[in-house]
């Protein structure tokens, strides 16, 4: 187990980094002036999701999701930021998991409370600084994202930094104290450390390479994991591009050892992308699979969800996405083919559909579909939602 006083050093040094930074203002008056003088945020997204698992009774849900936020103006350096948000059935159709037991699950359940409330600091060169509840989001969110789709979105108590003090180079690392999951049931005390360092110097592409150390307090596991991501593209003319992305990581418990692996190619063509992916969340003799406990899980391996945990035997998911647009509709479509990365079982395939038509900068529309069918695992799954969504 890690050095149980690492929480408490790490946050202490965070608490009096901002409390330093709140004294440096030397005028309180001047600090009310700057939060007067704030931004307000409002995100609201009205959805429809239909869900069918061929088991448990077909679930439909109306859920409105309202954010509300408030950033000061930076005084000295220091900014302060609050956002509460509201999910809430509405128009009485709540025929849902966890609403109503025997129906099919969507992972909306109605909740007000704070989303995010922190302290920032740009008071040190190249360097950002914030303490307390935010969204955190790394690379493509492979490993640790926000999980934006669902209405009750994943944030976490932490302290974070980014460093750009290097040419070409952002340092991210973050020590997370707990997370707040989309389901209650998923809110865990944690002592997790997350280091990305990204470097853009390349002609071909962005280098990064992270590390990220998990350990859930309650139970004392660990999830370590090291990798290094190269993603880029190389243009040509006649508005041809090529588009790649190499990714290998290796992960860790505490009697576990597996890899990941992820290649994607594609060709992009006056406003169209076509691209072929392959991605492994690799076994250990059959005994566990690569796991990615802070995802955002719903944007790979299939929108139907059916995968949100890797398998003991791993995955294998072979891909082919095409997208574009079209009359000012942007349209996407996604086929995945599963199997097992230790025996080779076939898992099934998936087809994900999705349509999005956006009006100005605060507005949009959209329909999504995701359709499994199933072989070894699980059940044949449909899922649908309609949207609106206003940000301003």
Not at 131 to 158: H, M, P, S, Y
């Amino acid at each position: 187990m890690r050095n149980i006083y690492t929480k408490g050093i790490f946050l202490a040094m965070g608490y009096l980094l901002m409390a330093g930074a709140m004294i440096s203002t030397g005028q309180a008056i001047g600090f009310g002036e700057a939060l007067v003088a704030g931004e307000v945020n409002v995100d609201m997204r009205l959805r429809y999701e239909v869900v069918d698992d061929r088991i448990n009774r077909d679930a439909k849900a109306a859920t409105l999701r309202t954010r509300l936020g408030y950033r000061t103006v930076d005084y000295k350096g220091v900014y302060a930021f609050a956002e509460f948000k509201d999910v809430r059935t509405v128009l009485g159709v709540d025929e849902y998991e966890p609403q109503r037991s025997g129906y099919a699950v969507v992972a909306d359940p109605p909740v007000t409370q704070l989303n995010r409330a922190l302290l920032g600091y740009t008071g040190l060169p190249w360097t950002t600084i914030e303490l307390g509840r935010q969204r955190i989001k790394l690379d493509n969110d492979r490993f640790v994202g926000n999980v934006g789709w669902r209405q009750n979105e994943q944030t976490f108590d932490a302290l974070s930094l980014v460093n750009t003090s290097l040419p070409n180079i952002v340092v991210t690392y973050a020590f997370l104290d707990r997370v707040h999951g989309v389901l209650e049931k998923f809110d865990a005390d944690v002592t997790n450390h997350l280091l990305n360092i990204a470097y853009s110097g390349f002609r071909l592409g962005k280098l990064v390479g992270y590390a990220y150390l998990f350990e859930d307090d309650a139970s004392g596991a660990r999830n370590d994991t090291y990798g290094v991501r190269f993603s880029g593209g190389i243009g040509f003319p006649t508005d041809r591009k090529l588009v790649y992305t190499a990714e290998l990581a290796s992960q860790s418990t505490d009697i576990n050892n597996t890899t990941y692996v992820f290649l994607e190619g594609g060709v992009q063509y006056r406003g169209i992308t076509a691209k072929l992916g392959y991605e492994v969340l690799g076994s250990d003799g059959g005994s566990y699979g690569f796991q990615t406990p802070l995802a955002t899980k719903h944007a790979f391996n299939g929108w139907a969800d059916l995968f949100l945990v890797t398998p003991d035997g791993g995955l294998v998911d072979a891909m082919l996405s095409i997208g574009g647009r079209l009359a000012r509709i942007e349209l996407l479509g996604v086929y995945h083919d599963y199997t097992a990365d230790e025996g080779g079982a076939d898992y099934g395939s998936e087809l994900n559909l999705l349509a999005i038509r956006k009006f100005g900068e605060r507005y949009l529309l959209g329909f999504k579909y995701a359709s499994y069918r199933a072989v070894t695992w699980k059940t044949d799954t449909d899922k649908l939602w309609l949207w609106a969504q206003l940000r301003i």
